[in-house]
């Protein structure tokens, strides 16, 4: 019995080790995530505004200030989960309903790029403004902009509280650490960062 602990000992201690280097990796990334993962395009008129799902919240809000600001005329809604919340949530917001499109299938960024080229190319857009969350910002832009190159995308990031710089929330923790494996994937797989 006693050959046994000593063994439990090591692999503690190395578990141990482990942890403190995920640690000690993990804290630049989050430290320094709205310089690495935002990418600002700010756009004073477009054509549409797309509002990505995955977050039907600030999201929305983002949304609907650009419109009610008038920087475009419409509001195209793109996700699988909540897409029809958001559009829901628009209403609530004041846009009216025949200004509203939207596609529910997408379940990937380069699927919400791929299936917005498929349903606003009739329209032919020359401007949009992206409209996510901050840290999903930087990947949304790259995968439109390959997906769609004829057209001038613009970028309106959102963000719980009152400002950027105060907006990293334990909560977001996890989405900022998931996104940089995103971001690797899409690389490989799709694009490369310039």
């Known amino acids: 019995m006693q050959g046994r602990f000593p063994r439990a000992g090591a692999w503690l201690a190395a578990l141990g080790a482990l942890s403190l280097l995920a640690v000690l990796a993990m804290t630049p990334l989050i430290r320094y995530s709205k310089s690495w993962l935002v990418a600002e395009a700010p756009q004073p008129r477009a054509d549409w ?55 529910c299938q997408s379940r990937s960024t380069r699927q919400n790029a791929e ?9 032919q857009p020359r401007r949009v403004t992206l409209v996510t969350s901050w840290f999903h910002s930087r990947r949304a832009l790259e995968t439109f902009r390959q997906a769609w190159p004829e057209v001038d995308w613009g970028m309106h990031i959102v963000y719980p509280g009152n400002d950027l710089y105060h907006s990293l929330a334990w ?3 996890g989405a900022v650490l998931t996104e940089y494996l995103k971001i690797l994937v899409y690389s490989v797989r799709y694009w490369t960062f310039k």
């Open 115 to 123: 299936f917005t080229r498929q349903a606003l190319a009739s329209h």
């Open 49 to 103: 505004i797309v509002v990505l799902g995955g977050e039907s919240g600030e999201r929305v809000i983002g949304a609907a200030e650009l419109y009610h600001q008038g920087r475009a005329p419409f509001v195209f809604v793109s996700g699988e989960g909540d897409c029809l919340l958001i559009v829901k949530r628009l209403q609530m917001a004041g846009v009216p309903r025949g200004k509203i499109g939207y596609e």
């Open 171 to 173: 909560y977001e923790a």
